[in-house]
């Protein structure tokens, strides 16, 4: 894929990621790997009036190319790159149900088969570091160690994915188990399903989906 269609697309992220509610205004941000660095969403520009030329490319070393400054939390994504290989993309949103499990500093407990999704037997919650910082880079790159998506303490979500595309759906997944769990929890306290049993799904997600993906029938 050249730079420019990656631009594009990352632009088209951003939208989606706004249009289907799981992201409000120009909070979130979202980015891609490419040799050497990554393409990320700028800082502060709502994403209805982002154009493909403000995608700003950061390499590795942190140096920042484009007519904009890039996202406050491009840390975050170049430590993600640093770390994970699997990572080709990462959504970062502010999804609201995600987000209140994170005010409440609580992940996401195995409360239903598909938190395997996320690539383990829950959704780790990330201590609260200030937006920005590596100091919250880390404790998300700890967050994440062995998942793809994580939630951020008193913040928002974190998720990883093959592509574009995974990690908006993996974001979106999120935001759907968050959903649940909160319903779950105003009725009663839902039963966790074992370590044994989500490795077991987790396992199934690997052979039968792609990456964690929609898994196939
Ligand atoms: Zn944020």
Request: charged share 25%; hydrophobic share 40%.
């Amino acid at each position: 894929m050249n730079d420019a269609v990656l631009r594009a697309r990352i632009v088209v992220t951003a939208r989606r990621m706004n249009e289907t509610g799981i992201n409000q205004g120009s909070s979130g941000n979202v980015s891609a790997r490419v040799a050497g660095g990554f393409f990320v969403t700028p800082s502060g520009i709502p994403y209805e009036e982002l154009e493909d030329a403000d995608v700003v490319h950061v390499a590795m070393n942190g140096h920042a190319t484009g007519r904009r400054a890039p996202s406050s939390e491009w840390r975050l994504h170049r430590d993600l790159y640093a770390k994970r290989p699997d990572a080709a993309a990462v959504v970062h949103t502010h999804s609201p149900y995600a987000t209140t499990l994170a005010c409440l500093g609580r992940g996401i407990p195995a409360f239903h088969y598909e938190v395997a999704f996320a690539g383990g037997s829950d959704i780790r919650c990330a201590p609260y570091r200030t937006f920005g910082t590596q100091e919250l880079s880390d404790a998300a790159c700890a967050a994440i160690e062995g998942r793809r998506a994580c939630l951020l303490g008193q913040h928002g979500v974190v998720a990883l994915g093959a592509d574009l595309d995974d990690a908006l759906r993996l974001a979106s997944k999120v935001e759907a188990l968050a959903r649940l769990y909160w319903q779950a929890l105003q009725v009663g306290e839902p039963r966790i399903l074992d370590e044994e049993e989500m490795a077991r799904v987790v396992e199934r997600f690997r052979h039968y989906g792609p990456r964690g993906g929609k898994p196939r029938r």
